[in-house]
């Protein structure tokens, strides 16, 4: 937020220093910068006023005028065509710098000029280049410019937490400097005068139909304003800070937002059909065409005003243009009204404006002012652009909020801030900042200003007894020797190794948001499927594409994929650890995934001549997996049949581990890949780490063999349907300790095999730890798999 510095000394009986301000506001947590220096040569600016023009006589375009600057009369040139005799002007004198040029006494084809007649540009007064600055007539001719305009300004720029709106206003930042510095805040709101025979009931009506997004509407009506140009020092502190001078009405309105934070609306009441205004929600499909002359189609979530026949405003967004104050204006309906933040907010983002107004309204305005600011509005209307302000207002709400009431327990903001405040120290510092301590039998009961919609909690009032206390003044205690430092957690060591392996398969970490929109989900084709069509609905979400909790990471990693081909990166090896959210029976669960995503070409070893492209496959994915179950819990998992859907519909499979489903993988569904415009096959794997919140046991020593061992290959036929699995655990329970590895080496289909069977190859390998296996103890072994996997439908082959 740019503001002026000369300003906000107006709301103190006392100049501070600005170097000062800078300091408080950064040690209050409102960060602040000169961002320039402005009118340092007034003092050197003379009042003039012009005597005679005449025109030049060698050049058309330029006059030559008479300029009385008290002391003597000048002859200067100029080629503005605004100035007329008996103007007041600034006039620069000889030697005086005007933006980094030194005026001179200068010859103009024959005829000298003994200075220079200042434009508010050049004054550094506003940005508008064209004429001469023409000054009131009241202004003594032969004083200076810094006796009627103050001595320069400095322009400082201030960064406004998020959560601190109402500092997006003078007053908010006058307010922090006077519980810093401890000086009285010298302002209060103008008193209105009405006109007792003009009632507003007899012009104007109001009705709010949607309470939710607008809480309270208020209005004034103004009789018979005279709309001119802006007064000079009303017009200088509005342009000062970047906004553009309109007339004085609106400007009016713009002083009074930027001065309390409340954005203000005035109508043209001739302009309003029906001479009522209704807060109501837009139709789908309806259109407005705004101040500043675009044309928005609106939809049920924005909240306008309206008249009897049309929109005329987006409520705490923009005015309409068909109602704008204008030059033929008579009657003003003035609006000062509380919208809900999260739907400015919403509405602002959707259709692609963000004006001063709706920045105040997201952060938050008081509810309990807006009647008052209103009222101090009007009144500046009528003491600067005339008319009868008509008795009473409309002032539509439901009840204002009570309060808000904070407990606060003294020693805990000495335990929290490791200081010695005193009670009394702790009311002293809530109290001038505008907190009002109800209580303190034993606790503090603390009521909450209006305007400060950001203390909620009792840290809340701690932060700011430290912020007031000054962060300087709090003890710094060196930490204790032989503090105790908590061991990582589980997951935390296991997410920290997961980020170790992944890396030297040429994985990158990406990180996304949690939410989503149902149309991600539709996307992937996961909409269907449990538990990912499961969602949570966000109850106040900022947009539609953020409006439900993810139940997966495939869309998230999908999108990434899909970004970075659509930018000519084909080679997309991605994995995520994130929180995914569904809810079943009744309850909600949030887990911890990982998420492994592949297209492309793979890993590349620029070592390997001749060197050879391929294309990741379903196999490196699954390496991939067994190595990080292999590193961190001491085994590989194992897979089975699954029938997601969204996946290939024979390139898939469970992941179980511990004889638990802990995630699948395999290939994205090419329909899906397809429609995302991703040619390359996709692989993907989701692991479900809070299923794993476990380390694998730490090794136990066991000396060399001694013994030598034996080996027997197996031949085995199973039938097709038979997991492979089953056969694997069936051998090693008969096998018993004498088996010491088991490894399956070949697989095979074919004519030479009968059908319905598949050959399945396994490698035994047997030892004994205290003494030399004979073949006939294997033999043994052998004979007791092959008889009871017999029974079980399972044949050594015997070709």
Same mark, same amino acid.
């Given at each position: 937020?740019?503001?002026?510095? %000369? ?135 032969? =004083? ?8 320069? #300004? ?42 007792? !025979?003009?009632?507003?009931? #007899? ?14 509407? =208020? ?17 200088? %502190? ?58 928005? +189609?609106?939809?049920? !979530?924005? *909240?306008? +005003? ?18 704008? +104050? ?45 009647? !008052? +600011? ?29 309060? =808000? ?13 490791? =200081? ?99 149309? !991600? ?5 996961? *909409? ?85 492209? %391929? ?157 030399? *296996? ?22 050594? %082959?015997?070709?």
């Amino acid at each position: 937020m740019l503001i002026s510095y %000369r300003w906000l000394m107006d709301y103190f009986k006392e100049e501070i220093p600005v170097k000062e301000v800078i300091n408080a506001l950064r040690n209050l947590g409102l960060y602040a910068t000169i961002q320039k220096r402005i009118g340092e040569n007034w003092e050197k600016i003379i009042v003039g006023e012009i005597k005679s023009i005449e025109r030049h006589p060698k050049s058309e375009n330029l006059l030559v005028c008479e300029v009385d600057t008290g002391e003597k009369n000048l002859k200067v040139i100029t080629g503005a065509k605004n100035v007329f005799v008996g103007a007041k002007v600034p006039v620069a004198l000889p030697g005086i710098e005007i933006l980094g040029e030194v005026i001179g006494v200068r010859e103009f084809e024959g005829v000298k000029s003994e200075g220079m007649l200042c434009s508010e540009y050049e004054l550094e007064f506003s940005e508008d280049k064209e004429g001469i600055m023409i000054l009131p007539e009241d202004f003594k001719v032969g =004083t200076t410019f810094d006796s009627h305009f103050g001595k320069g #300004d400095f322009l400082v720029e201030v960064e406004v937490p998020s959560n601190r709106g109402d500092c997006l206003s003078y007053l908010g930042i006058a307010r922090e400097l006077s519980g810093y510095f401890n000086i009285p805040l010298n302002f209060e709101f103008k008193k209105v005068q009405e006109k007792n !025979d003009i009632k507003i009931e #007899d012009f104007a009506a109001c009705e709010v139909l949607d309470f939710d997004l607008c809480p309270r509407f =208020t209005l004034r009506f103004i009789k018979d304003v005279k709309i001119a140009p802006s007064p000079l020092w009303l017009k200088w %502190r509005i342009e000062r800070v970047g906004l553009r001078s309109i007339n004085n009405v609106v400007d009016i309105t713009n002083f009074v937002m930027l001065e309390t934070g409340q954005p203000l609306h005035a109508y043209d009441f001739d302009l309003l059909k029906g001479g009522k205004l209704i807060v109501r929600r837009a139709e789908n499909g309806e259109k407005i065409v705004l101040i500043n002359g675009e044309e928005r +189609i609106l939809d049920r !979530d924005v *909240l306008v +005003i309206a008249d009897a026949e049309r929109a005329v405003a987006i409520g705490g967004i923009m005015g309409g243009k068909d109602t704008e +104050i204008n030059d033929n204006t008579k009657d003003v309906l003035l609006e000062a009204a509380y919208f809900l933040p999260v739907n400015i907010r919403r509405s602002a983002r959707k259709l692609g404006l963000r004006t001063d107004a709706s920045l105040r309204f997201e952060r938050g305005v008081d509810i309990h002012r807006t009647s !008052d +600011i209103l009222d101090y509005a009007a009144e500046m209307i009528r003491l600067i652009a005339g008319g009868n302000i008509a008795k009473d207002k409309i002032d539509i709400n439901r009840g204002l909020p009570s309060l =808000t009431k904070v407990f606060l327990r003294p020693e805990r903001v000495n335990k929290v801030l490791g =200081t010695t405040l005193k009670e009394d120290e702790i009311i002293n510092i809530l109290s001038k900042i505008g907190f009002n301590i109800k209580s303190q039998n034993p606790l503090f009961e603390v009521e909450i200003p209006s305007y400060r919609q950001d203390i909620k909690e009792e840290i809340d009032l701690i932060e700011e007894v430290a912020r007031f206390y000054g962060y300087n003044n709090i003890p710094s205690i060196p930490l204790q020797k032989g503090h105790i430092v908590d061991p990582p957690l589980m997951e935390e060591i296991i997410e920290r190794k997961i980020r170790e392996i992944l890396p030297n398969f040429g994985l990158y970490e990406t990180i996304n948001y949690s939410f989503m929109s149902i149309k !991600d989900l539709e996307k992937v084709g996961i *909409l269907s499927t449990e538990p990912f069509n499961s969602f949570l609905q966000i109850s106040n979400p900022l947009s539609e594409e953020n409006s439900i909790l993810r139940t997966s990471l495939l869309p998230s990693l999908l999108n990434v994929a899909q970004i970075n081909i659509n930018r000519q990166q084909r080679d997309v090896f991605i994995y995520e650890i994130g929180k995914v959210f569904y809810k079943k029976d009744n309850s909600y669960f949030e887990e911890k995934h990982l998420g492994i995503l592949m297209t492309g070409e793979s890993y590349k070893d620029p070592w390997n001549i001749p060197y050879e492209i %391929r294309k990741a496959d379903f196999y490196d994915l699954k390496g991939i997996i067994e190595a990080i179950f292999e590193k961190i819990w001491g085994r590989e998992p194992i897979f089975k049949k699954s029938e997601y859907s969204f996946m290939h519909p024979s390139k898939q499979g469970y992941i179980v581990f511990k004889d638990e489903i802990v995630g699948f993988m395999g290939e994205v569904n090419p329909w899906i890949t397809q429609n995302l415009d991703i040619r390359e096959r996709v692989y993907f794997a989701e692991i479900n780490l809070d299923k794993l919140n476990f380390e694998k046991p730490r090794p136990q020593y066991k000396s060399l063999p001694i013994y030598p061992g034996i080996r027997r290959d197996l031949a085995l036929l199973i039938p097709e349907e038979m997991p492979v699995e089953s056969v694997e655990k069936e051998i090693l329970k008969i096998s018993g300790d004498l088996l010491k590895m088991i490894r399956i080496f070949d697989l095979y289909q074919g004519e030479k095999v009968e059908k319905g069977y598949k050959s399945v190859t396994f490698s035994l390998f047997f030892l004994a730890d205290d003494h030399t *296996l004979e073949d006939k103890e294997v033999d043994e072994i052998i004979n007791k798999i092959l008889i009871d996997l017999s029974i079980k439908g399972v044949y050594l %082959r015997q070709k």
